[in-house]
């Protein structure tokens, strides 16, 4: 049978493992937020495109080297030695490595002009294909002659097309009086008949 000494011991040794429990349950989260990145993955072959036009062994001498070009203080202090001297004695996915380290520890502040860029790119894009397509321009209608009322009317007078005749006229523009009433109207243009008319000759409509 168990002393009572034992049975305290075992009784402070699980409460003091359910109060480590309890605490690492409530930091988990937050652990976790912090050390995750917020937003897309970067794109590094957009970004180095924008630093060195996409040459990850460049030295310029300009202070910063890589494809990401990144200096040697940076380089060094987020392990960059382990793989070479400097960023643009390492390889692509080495360097890219690195970047991953920068990007979890300051975010893409380290390339504030070319990471914005390649946002803004991916914000057109993603607008792009949220934005629904353009309804497609109503078509005209297609002219077509009306058998009614022709094209060469004027309020008062009609030009006498091909194949026209005087009843045709009178029905086709509703003539007051008919075809008798159209022809005396034009006497003095069809001195040769009501049957005389020719295209292009222009008729009144109206008195």
Known sequence: MPSPLAKRSVEALLSVLLVV??????AGPSAATVGSPAGPAPDWERIAACESNGRWHINTGNGYHGGLQIDPATWRAYGGRRYAPRADLATRDEQIAIGERIVRDRGLSAWPNCARTTDSDESTTRA?????????????APRTRS?????????????????????????????????????DLNKDKLDQGPDHIYPGQRLRLRS
């Open 128 to 140: 792009a294909e949220q934005t629904p397509p353009a309804d497609p321009a109503p078509q005209a």
């Open 147 to 183: 058998l009614t009322s022709p094209g060469h009317t004027t309020a008062r007078s009609y030009v006498v097309q091909p194949g026209d005749c005087l009843s045709v006229i009178a029905a086709r523009t509703h003539t007051p009086g008919g075809t008798k009433a159209l022809y």
């Open 21 to 26: 429990l309890s605490v690492l349950g409530a």
